[in-house]
């Protein structure tokens, strides 16, 4: 196992600093070494966060090679990042839908949906969204405030429920599109 060295305090501040190419790929080693084992081995209980510790130390080693990569890579090297934190967040979010129970993740959703508009923060109210599907078919989908996003309206009248995991995802998600699309309207707080 590799030992990472660093010359912070404990509850000390650190001056901001330019990456340390060399660091960061010590960072990474160090994170293959310590979270790897938990994607790789049969611990079944902890299947989802191990997938997740991997998909980080994979995470970390694509940094290093975009803190490094020239500016012809830096799109491939960036998307590669961010597509493995995709997959660690996926991991996690399956994780918590599978050990929290529903009624304690519904009051989180409609806890950070009314602490939002309390703090004036944007919400995603409804969205209608046009899904463009193979041979030019398409759907038509709904989300409303009303269910917290649970539930998908479908152009032909149906609801269909969307799995924990998915929605704890699609609800980061809206919150992530309020942020981003409030400020555009001029009203945003």
Do not use: K, W
Not at 35 to 54: I, K
């Amino acid at each position: 196992m590799t030992t990472y060295e660093t010359t912070a305090v404990p509850g000390q501040l650190m001056p901001p600093a330019p990456l340390d190419p060399p660091a960061v790929h010590q960072l990474a080693r160090h994170a293959l070494d310590v979270l790897m084992p938990a994607a790789t081995g049969p611990v079944e209980s902890e299947t989802r966060l191990g997938e997740a510790a991997g998909q980080l130390a994979i995470a970390l080693c694509a940094f290093a090679r975009l803190v490094e990569a020239d500016a012809d890579d830096q799109l491939a090297q960036g998307e590669d990042v961010v597509e493995r934190l995709r997959r660690a967040s996926l991991h996690v979010h399956e994780h918590m839908a599978a050990t929290v129970p529903a009624a304690e993740l519904e009051a989180r959703t409609t806890g950070l949906v009314d602490s939002n508009l309390e703090e004036g923060l944007p919400v995603v109210g409804s969205l209608s969204a046009e899904l463009l599907l193979s041979q030019g078919r398409s759907a038509i989908v709904r989300l409303t405030h009303e269910n917290s996003h649970r539930d998908v309206e479908l152009e032909d009248g149906r609801a269909v429920r969307v799995p924990a995991a998915d929605h704890l995802i699609i609800r980061d998600g809206l919150h992530e599109l309020a942020r981003l699309l409030a400020p555009l309207t001029g009203s945003a707080g």
